[in-house]
């Protein structure tokens, strides 16, 4: 049953079309952000169902373009979702490690209760949170 449980979630999540970016709910981002801390995702508002980034800024010929995206040579950006079990033990759920200047993450397992972010030193990024209208 939790592996039926678990196809359900993933097919009940919007479509990527049927999303758009906030920087206010489910909570207010500052940005831009660099080095590491923990945002969290129920402050209210409507629920997030993803997070989407774009780097700021980076060292000097730290990456590389391929047509409109750029490829940073360092892993510089890392996100883990936190969640909270019925019996109120916390697990680590999602986990992205990238290099890619731009992208998202989609919570695939429900609504997380934070999300860390750890950004290698020189590069600073932009968040928006993926909600339905």
């Known amino acids: 049953m939790p592996l039926v449980q678990g196809i359900i979630d993933t097919v009940n999540l919007p479509k990527l ?27 209210g508002g409507v629920p997030a169902y993803g997070i989407a980034w774009h780097s ?3 060292p000097p010929q730290a990456g590389r373009a391929t ?29 992205v490690l990238t290099g890619e200047d731009r992208g998202f993450m989609l919570f695939e397992h ?7 972010y750890n950004i290698l030193s020189g590069y600073s990024v932009n968040f928006t949170w993926l909600i339905t209208p």
């Open 17 to 43: 079309t049927a999303l758009v970016h906030s920087t206010s709910s489910p909570f207010p981002l500052t940005n831009p952000y660099s080095g590491l801390g923990t945002l969290p995702t129920l402050s």
């Open 67 to 95: 047509r409109a995206i750029i490829y940073y040579e360092d892993l510089w950006l890392n996100l883990v979702t936190h969640y909270e079990l019925a019996d109120l033990n916390q697990i680590i759920g999602e986990n």
């Open 56 to 58: 700021f800024g980076g």
């Open 110 to 116: 429900g609504q997380p209760i934070a999300l860390d």
